[in-house]
């Protein structure tokens, strides 16, 4: 499975970007996405997971509320729509897929990852 995450660009506190994972290969429906950000100078993250069957989302807390991730098993996309943008958002945003519990897993536990999109929100 290949990836290629888009979306991102510069917002001004309070706005709102949706980005984009898109997939290749055939099993894509059958793995669990996540989203992560890292910020210069800080540990990679986690922001957001959804499972292979869609049933079933989990979020950071830091995001819960202002961040939804969806996805579209027949156009192989996942998608994150980001609201109520702050600074601290400011990150590149990576998105990844793995069989895994999404509740669970860490970012070790994830077996493809795109190559990133920069975020940047200002105040």
């Known amino acids: 499975v290949q990836l290629q995450a888009s979306g991102g660009g510069l917002v001004q506190a309070g706005g709102s970007l949706r980005l984009s994972c898109a997939a290749s290969?055939?099993?894509?429906?059958?793995?669990?996405v996540g989203w992560f950000r890292q910020a210069p100078g800080k540990e990679r993250e986690f922001v957001a997971a959804i499972s292979w069957s869609i049933s079933s989302t989990y979020y950071a807390d830091s995001v819960k509320g202002r961040f939804t991730i969806s996805r579209d098993n027949a156009k192989n996309t996942v998608y994150l729509q980001m609201n109520s943008l702050k600074p601290e958002d400011t990150a590149v945003y990576y998105c990844?897929?793995?069989?895994?519990?999404?509740?669970?897993?860490?970012?070790?536990?994830?077996?493809?990852w795109g190559q990133g999109t920069q975020v940047t929100v200002s105040s």
């Open positions: 290969g055939r099993a894509f429906s059958s793995y669990a």
């Open positions: 990844a897929a793995g069989t895994i519990v999404i509740t669970v897993a860490t970012s070790a536990d994830y077996d493809y």
